[in-house]
């Protein structure tokens, strides 16, 4: 991919700096699923939608909770560790491609809500190492990258890329793209009121209509991302090269639900999923990709 390597005023880095915290997101290092099995699934705190949206991998599958990692056996915080120093550990290619990302994000849904006559309220990424304080509790690398949407801000750990790499078989900087893509589609999703609709059914219904809540609040992110990769553009035009497509793809075939259990436990249960089939998820991609637009994006 074609990205830019200038600063952002969207970027914080926090790698390096010593974490502390009461356990996972929600109390209960479990089931950290992509609305984070709805832990605060209802209005509170005076009425604010407390949702943890966007955990990458589903993380509620049999067995994946009691080590705390992405998958069973692992700890989802790859190579790099927290410096004693507290002084940055992001490598020069990990803040080029997520400040680089973002960038390209902010200026893409810009236009867009600037075509449909509204103001893009830019998120903020955070970069950090193991684990951090968010405005939705504190969040831990091995749940994966997730949107906070109390705090408008997106947290990875850079150490998830070389396990969507290493572990998981989908390396390319378009894939980790997709992933960050995707977060920032959940912005977009809570600036719409989308998070709010949704949270509002999966509290009116089941344990298994929650889950389909979810999935569609997740497939309508990857259909966001790829709204993203098919109009990301700059002066030379689209930020999108050779191959790039393909490796999103992975990274969504790589994730799906249905491949992630059977890695896990050897069969599937469609009624717990809550990120979507790989097929699911590389369909909703090429349907942003292809239609290159957001209205195609169903919730």
């Not at 690398?141 to 705090?151: H, V």
């Amino acid at each position: 991919m074609r990205l830019g390597d200038g600063p952002s005023d969207n970027f914080e880095d926090r790698t390096g700096q010593s974490s502390s915290g009461l356990g996972g997101l929600g109390g209960g290092g479990n089931a950290l699923g992509c609305l984070l099995p709805m832990v605060m699934s209802r209005f509170g705190l005076g009425g604010v939608v407390v949702l943890v949206i966007g955990y990458f991998l589903l993380t509620s599958l049999g067995g994946l909770g009691g080590g705390g990692g992405l998958l069973p056996g692992g700890s989802g915080t790859g190579s790099q560790q927290t410096s004693p120093s507290g002084k940055s550990t992001l490598t020069a290619d990990n803040r080029r491609l997520l400040v680089g990302t973002l960038e390209s994000t902010d200026a893409t849904w810009a236009r867009i809500f600037q075509a449909n006559g509204q103001k893009y309220v830019e998120p903020k990424l955070v970069a950090y190492t193991s684990g951090t304080q968010t405005g939705c509790g504190f969040g831990q690398a091995a749940a994966g990258p997730f949107y906070c949407p109390n705090d408008a801000k997106i947290y990875i750990d850079p150490a998830f890329f070389s396990e969507l790499s290493q572990r998981f078989g989908a390396p390319g900087d378009a894939a980790a793209a997709y992933v960050i893509a995707h977060e920032v589609g959940h912005h977009v999703q809570d600036l719409q009121g989308t998070l709010g609709q949704a949270n509002q059914l999966q509290a009116s219904g089941s344990k298994t209509e929650g889950n389909a809540v979810q999935v569609r609040v997740e497939l309508q992110a990857d259909c966001y991302a790829g709204v993203w990769a098919a109009t990301a553009r700059d002066e030379k035009g689209s930020i999108i090269e050779p191959g790039d497509v393909e490796e999103a793809l992975r990274a969504a075939e790589a994730v799906g639900d249905d491949t992630l259990q059977k890695q896990a436990q050897g069969y599937v249960v469609p009624d717990s999923f809550t990120h979507g089939s790989s097929a699911q998820r590389q369909a909703a991609f090429q349907q942003g990709l292809k239609s290159a637009n957001p209205g195609a994006c169903k919730f």
